[in-house]
Nanobody, 123 residues
């Protein structure tokens, strides 16, 4: 199974972007899907997670209230809607899948990873 993230780009402060992450096929079990990001010179940071039913979500403190995750299981796709973007949101955004236990905020909880899509927010 491969994950393909898309939708990154360059925007101005305050604008919005929507990222998509599609899996090439079904992922075994009822897994949670997550988004992480990594800024230059920094560690990969948890952004958000969505449960397998799509009715439970969680977010990192820095994006809470601005970002929203959704999933379309029929399309094997997870979305990250990013609003009110700030320059500190700049980084490579990675989608992840195959989390079945744990806190769901750690990279080790996920089995599958996408290649990342770059988001740049200019001031």
């Amino acid at each position: 199974v491969q994950l393909q993230a898309s939708g990154g780009g360059t925007v101005q402060t305050g604008e919005s972007l929507r990222l998509s992450c599609q899996s090439s096929g079904p992922i075994p079990g009822n897994d949670a899907r997550g988004w992480f990001r990594q800024a230059p010179g920094k560690e990969r940071e948890f952004v958000g997670v969505i449960g397998w039913k799509g009715d439970a979500t969680g977010y990192g403190d820095s994006v809470k209230g601005r970002f929203a995750i959704s999933r379309d299981s029929a399309k094997n796709t997870v979305y990250l809607q990013m609003n009110s973007l700030k320059p500190e949101d700049t980084g490579v955004y990675y989608c992840a899948a195959g989390a079945y236990s744990g806190s769901f905020v750690a990279t080790e909880d996920y089995v599958y990873w996408g290649q990342g899509t770059l988001v740049t927010v200019s001031s």
